[in-house]
């Protein structure tokens, strides 16, 4: 059963970067598709990015297009998300997410496997 942990959390002022960093554990992380999701306080889960198992496709949310990356490096085990030019709007708990398909989707429910989170607060 794989375990993700993610990393790279932060505080951080609006205009800034941050990576995000999601290391599968187990022999199969090239098997799985990926995917970022948020929830900012209040509000429900969103999806953010996701890639396929060979991260040869990916697919982002309207409000993360020409801002935030998503990639892979299976032989690392991890999924990155590149987030730049980040906004107050952008505070929110990140978690990786995995799932054995294909290209892997938007809805979370489709997913198998979670991160714990990690915090990203953007201050104005």
């Known amino acids: 059963q794989a375990q993700l942990v993610e990393s790279g959390g932060g505080l951080v002022q609006a205009g800034g970067s941050l990576r995000l960093s999601c290391t599968a554990s187990?022999?199969?992380?090239?098997?799985?598709?990926m995917a970022w999701f948020r929830q900012a306080p209040g509000k429900e889960r969103e999806f953010v990015a996701d890639i396929t198992s060979s991260g040869s496709s990916t697919r982002y949310a309207d409000f993360v297009k020409g801002r935030f990356t998503i990639s892979r490096d299976n032989a690392k085990n991890t999924v990155y998300l590149q987030m730049n030019s980040l906004k107050p709007e952008d505070t929110a708990v990140y978690y990786c997410?995995?799932?054995?398909?294909?290209?892997?989707?938007?809805?979370?429910?489709?997913?198998?496997?979670w991160g714990q989170g990690t915090q990203v607060t953007v201050s104005s």
């Open positions: 187990g022999r199969t992380f090239s098997s799985y598709g």
């Open positions: 997410a995995g799932v054995r398909l294909d290209p892997p989707g938007v809805v979370g429910g489709r997913y198998r496997y």
